[in-house]
């Protein structure tokens, strides 16, 4: 029960955070949901941070991961958004905003990852 009201905790905190970028940062006359984009982005950031600070110092446990990983990173990151967002774009026929969105936000989240492993290292 402790584990998922971790997850409970986290997820919350993370998707309120998500909720707030998407409403500031969200705008579909632009070429890009930068909201969505920011959240996967710096989720992506901090769960290479989280994991790699884990594996190099052995100092975060099952309950840190639950809370900072699975919770906030899976509340704050969003996939599904991601999907609709994408849906709204092709429903549209606007392939010069769906092309872009994914491919930056492929590109990014992959190498925010690689850079927080990396910048774990400096912790």
């Not at 984009?37 to 600070?53: E, K, P």
């Not at 492929?106 to 492993?117: Q, R, Y």
């Amino acid at each position: 029960m402790k584990q998922a009201l971790l997850v409970f905790l986290g997820g919350g905190l993370g998707s309120v955070l998500r909720f707030w970028l998407s409403v500031k940062l969200n705008n579909f006359e632009n070429a890009i949901p930068y909201g969505t984009l920011l959240a996967n982005v710096l989720g992506s950031l901090i769960i290479g941070i989280i994991f790699g600070y884990s594996a190099r110092t052995g100092l975060l446990n099952e309950n840190h991961s639950l809370l900072l990983a699975t919770g906030f990173c899976g509340g704050f990151t969003t996939f599904s958004t991601f999907a609709y967002e994408n849906h709204i774009y092709l429903k549209g026929g606007d392939y010069f905003g769906f092309l872009p969105y994914i491919i930056v936000t492929f590109i990014l989240a992959i190498s925010a990852v690689f850079l927080g492993m990396y910048a774990s290292k400096f912790i």
